[in-house]
């Protein structure tokens, strides 16, 4: 069995595995020159254990069988039908890489940044846009963050944290500058429905108030819960205790010589104002229905704003040649077969992740998820019988595409760690993709 996975992030290598284990060889190919995706551009850096996950998903590139074909882009350097035809079987596991629109007016203002982009910033994604953001960060003293999930409390997080804490981890070099020099003093952060509803975690949410100098303070009127919230605080464990930790913060003062996390809820973004950018979000307050929706009142009020980022969620896009599901941004699929407008299965073409459910639940999600498709797949080729393939090097040789290979990838992880070092830290990330590319060739 000869199989392609497109995507080296956590999805893409939990499904290289279990195909690995059941005897096939598998080549991982990623459009950037390094591995693990979300691992390395998403998980906040200062998150260290989470990021430690990186250990288990590297063993999957060393086992034998797996092969990483990394900067090779599928749909520029390759098609999928190409794919297809080189390989028994396809799975797509390219994650949901784009952001999704809030549709208020002024949110395209400068200084209203989508958290899909800050977040690649501050891991030192190849692509980030570092004018944008580093002139966003400059001029800011008031933040809005639009959204109350995990990217909007890391999001608050890395804007208001010490840099004691953040000089632990392996930002690049102009990230840590960048913030180090921010005068940023409050972080706002809106709730369209209450703190019930927030799909934020605990452990994450608790976080904020452990962080040294800084403040988190919320409306005590915020808190009042209508009946629909208060069964939902009866029935779900991870929401009393989310709510119980927001109640216990309801009496913390302000010190003037702290940053300071101001959580609002029942508060939809309604518009952004500004002449040249972003200068004020209108928020109009909301109420909440019986089926848990929220609904805005028409009454509303102003804060000031130099930084809105807008954390409202990831949105997965279609790729060339495959079926796509544009209301739900995903690909359609039955246990993750593709399957084409009729609902008849594509032969030979699967996909695991992001991109086959959605950008919902946390990365060990994505183990059962990928062995389920790999499921699927195997019973799929058993009944249909398996010839191999050649693979892509051959066509890639060809069309002059030099892929980062496995030595290539331990030759980036070596000169990361070696810059680290330098400077006193585990490791920095290389930002810039020739850097890597460079860096790469040099140990192959
Ligand atoms: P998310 O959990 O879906 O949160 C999106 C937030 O945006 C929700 O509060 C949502 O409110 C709000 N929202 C959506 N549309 C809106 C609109 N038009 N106006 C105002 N608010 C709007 O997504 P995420 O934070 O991007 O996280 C993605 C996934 O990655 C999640 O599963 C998350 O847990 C995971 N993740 C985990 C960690 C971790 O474990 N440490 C870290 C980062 C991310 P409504 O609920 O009202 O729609």
């Given amino acids: 069995m000869r199989i392609a996975v497109v995507g080296a992030g956590p999805s893409g290598l939990y499904a290289a595995d279990a195909l690995s284990s059941s005897g096939a060889d598998v080549d991982v190919l990623d459009r950037l020159p390094v591995p693990f995706g979300l691992v390395r551009y998403g998980v906040a850096p200062d998150h260290h254990s989470i990021r430690s996950v990186r250990d288990t998903l590297q063993k999957v590139l060393e ?32 994650g949901a890489s784009r952001d999704r629109h809030l549709d208020v007016p002024g949110e395209d203002l400068a200084g209203s940044v989508a958290a899909t982009d800050l977040v690649a910033w501050y891991c030192g994604h190849p692509d980030a846009d570092r004018e944008t953001i580093e002139s966003a960060l400059a001029a800011a003293r008031s933040v809005v963050v639009v959204g109350v999930g995990n990217v909007a409390v ?159 969620g990831y949105r997965g896009v279609a790729l060339d040649g495959v079926p796509f599901d544009g209301r739900r941004n995903v690909i359609p699929n039955v246990e993750g077969r593709v399957m084409d407008a009729d609902g008849v299965p594509v032969p030979g073409l699967y996909v695991a992740g992001w991109i086959k459910r959605g950008p919902t639940g946390i990365i060990g999600t994505n183990k059962k998820d990928a062995a389920a498709t790999v499921a699927a797949l195997l019973e799929d080729l058993e009944a249909r019988g398996a010839t191999g393939g050649p693979g892509i090097e051959p ?26 070092a330098s400077r006193g830290r585990d490791r920095t990330t290389i930002h810039d993709r020739d850097a890597l590319v460079t860096a790469a060739r040099a140990g192959a």
């Fill in 63 to 94: 086992k034998p069988g797996v092969r990483l074909l990394a900067g090779v882009e599928v749909g520029r350097d390759v098609s999928v039908e190409e794919l297809l035809a080189a390989y028994d079987a396809v799975v797509l596991t390219y």
């Fill in 154 to 312: 890391d999001v608050t997080r890395v804007l208001t944290a010490p840099m004691a804490r953040l000089e632990q981890t392996d930002m690049p070099q102009h990230v840590l500058d960048a913030l180090a020099a921010s005068h940023i003093t409050d972080v706002h952060v809106l709730g369209r429905r209450g703190p019930a509803q927030a799909t934020w975690t605990t452990k994450e949410l608790k976080e904020l108030a452990e962080l040294d100098g800084v403040d988190v303070l919320i409306d005590p009127t915020d808190l009042e819960l209508e009946p629909v919230s208060a069964a939902l605080v009866e029935s779900d464990r991870v929401v009393a205790r989310n709510v119980e930790v927001i109640r216990s913060w309801a009496d913390h003062v302000s010190d003037t010589t702290h940053r300071h996390i101001h959580l609002h809820f029942h508060a939809r973004p309604a518009e952004m104002l500004g002449t040249d950018r972003v200068e004020t979000v209108v928020v109009e307050r909301t109420t909440i229905d019986d089926a848990g929706a929220a609904h805005g009142t028409g009454e509303t009020y102003e804060i000031p704003a130099d930084l809105v980022v807008r954390s409202v």
């Fill in 395 to 420: 066509l890639l040789r060809d069309r002059g595409v030099d892929a980062v290979a496995f030595d290539g990838w331990t030759a980036i992880d070596a000169a990361e760690r070696a810059l680290g």
